[in-house]
């Protein structure tokens, strides 16, 4: 059984800041991805950045040059640092995970979701 844990949302200023984490917990072997999607009222989720297994990372381009993905492999934790929140970065962001398990080479977890707001 494997879970994804967020924290870190909340309620912030056009330009602030906000720093998102997800751990994985269970029994992992190893991760083939793990990042973050968002999801804003009426839309579709997208991606906002994700690490492959490998070493490179996808960014949206909306978030290229404010956002950076970054990663604890020994506690299997993701963090995206935000920097100049824009309104239209309010959405719910939601981790996610393709990870290696016993029971199988690839599975795909998401977290709960947590709220980000960019509001004056």
């Known amino acids: 059984q494997v879970q994804l844990a967020e924290s870190g949302g909340g309620l912030v200023q056009p330009g602030g800041s906000l720093r998102l984490s997800c751990a994985a917990f269970g029994s992992i072997l190893s991760i083939n991805a793990m990042g973050w999607y968002r999801q804003a009222p009426g839309k579709q989720r997208e991606l906002v950045a994700v690490?492959?297994?490998?070493?490179?990372?996808n960014y949206a381009d909306s978030v290229r040059g404010r956002f950076t993905l970054s990663r604890d492999n020994a506690k299997i934790t993701v963090y995206l640092q935000m920097n100049s929140l824009k309104p239209e970065d309010t959405a719910v962001y939601y981790c996610?995970?393709?990870?290696?398990?016993?029971?199988?080479?690839?599975?795909?977890?998401w977290g709960q979701g947590t709220q980000v707001t960019v509001s004056s």
């Open positions: 690490f492959i297994s490998g070493g490179s990372t």
């Open positions: 996610y995970a393709d990870l290696m398990t016993a029971q199988a080479m690839g599975v795909t977890y």
